[in-house]
């Protein structure tokens, strides 16, 4: 047995809204985030939403159902084109034909649009771990942004992004890569609040919609270039979060392969398809990522920095840490820059 209902297909926050109203949920909004708790009865989890200016939009969708669910997307004066991004397990997409959906699976992104005669509807399975990033974009106020560029778009984008009217169906997959999920998770686990929080998400949002932009024209995915299967990118974030939490005592490069019953090379190959580089460098630039941060902080020698990264030698830690920032340790440490965070 499976549930359905159906919501206006507009303003992400309002479609947050209906969502909850159709679940018997409580909604509310706070420093600029719709959001409400998936009730018990239902499965568990939590939907919330970002509307930003200009017409764009982000939603999060992160839960476990008790029965299927078919969400059927009205037609609407917006209609926006969405961007999907399948952080979970896979859930189904067509065009209003009953049976005839389209899988998304996991690491797959989605730019989908709807038209007045073929709408959304979205088949979510019951008893899956549900994790769906999306940005919604309303046509119709993107325009007023478009139109303040002073180049052609190309035939292509325009044919995607000035359909103000929806009168094109359009449906294109692809798998999306380790900048796009870094990108994805520093929105979901931003700190900042009011209006620097609400400009730091819209700035990296507006990075991810460029960025796909960016594949969809085939400026950065080529057919002929290798893409990870579901399995193997698992354990490429699972062996990338073991990597960052233990920088200060990491075992060899052949060590982590062993422990994840993989070979030496094969592990590397697996880095270099996904980050574009090497173990060694990825490890590396998460050293130094951190090393600015704990850098920042009076409390710690750079002495303790570089125990605390894993770095045995000060010497070497000062020579790569020069050549990422232009500056050694102690002069970022004891200069303005240390007052100044770089992302």
Do not use: W
Request: hydrophobic letters at 35%.
């Amino acid at each position: 047995m499976s549930q359905k209902f159906a919501i206006e297909d507009h303003f992400v926050e309002d479609i947050v809204k209906e969502m909850a109203i159709n679940l018997s949920a409580d909604f509310k909004e706070e420093d600029n985030i719709t959001s409400f708790k998936i009730p018990e009865i239902n499965g568990v989890g939590e939907v919330l939403a970002v509307q930003f200016a200009s017409g764009l939009g982000i939603m999060n969708s992160a839960y476990k159902l008790n029965e299927d669910l078919v969400l059927k997307m009205n037609k609407n004066r917006i209609n926006p084109l969405k961007f999907v991004f399948n952080l979970g397990d896979t859930f189904y997409h067509n065009f209003g034909k009953e049976g005839d959906f389209e899988s998304i699976p996991k690491y797959s992104g989605a730019i989908i649009g709807s038209s007045i005669d073929k709408t959304h509807s979205f088949k979510i399975p019951k008893d899956k771990n549900i994790h769906i990033f999306s940005l919604e974009l309303n046509r119709n106020l993107f325009e007023h942004k478009l139109a303040s560029f002073k180049f052609n778009l190309g035939d292509e984008l325009s044919k995607l992004l000035r359909d103000v009217k929806a009168e094109n169906p359009f449906f294109y997959t692809y798998p999306f890569g380790s900048e796009e999920f870094e990108m994805i998770h520093k929105i979901l686990h931003n700190t900042k609040k009011g209006f620097i929080g609400s400009l730091y998400k819209e700035g990296v949002t507006y990075t991810i919609l460029s960025n796909t932009l960016e594949t969809y024209l085939g400026n950065t995915l080529d057919n002929d270039i290798d893409t990870l299967s579901e399995k193997d990118t698992d354990q490429v974030v699972i062996i990338s979060k073991f990597i960052e939490d233990n920088l200060s005592d990491l075992p060899t490069i052949e060590e982590i392969a062993n422990k994840n019953f993989l070979s030496e090379s094969k592990l590397q190959k697996l880095f270099n398809i996904y980050y574009s580089c090497s173990v060694h460098d990825f490890t590396r630039n998460k050293r130094l990522d951190r090393a600015r941060i704990l850098l920042e902080d009076a409390n710690y020698t750079i002495a303790e920095i570089a125990d605390e990264l894993g770095i045995r030698s000060n010497s070497y830690f000062s020579k790569i840490f020069k050549e990422r920032y232009g500056v050694t340790p102690s002069k970022y440490k004891n200069s303005r820059l240390s007052e100044i965070r770089i992302y």
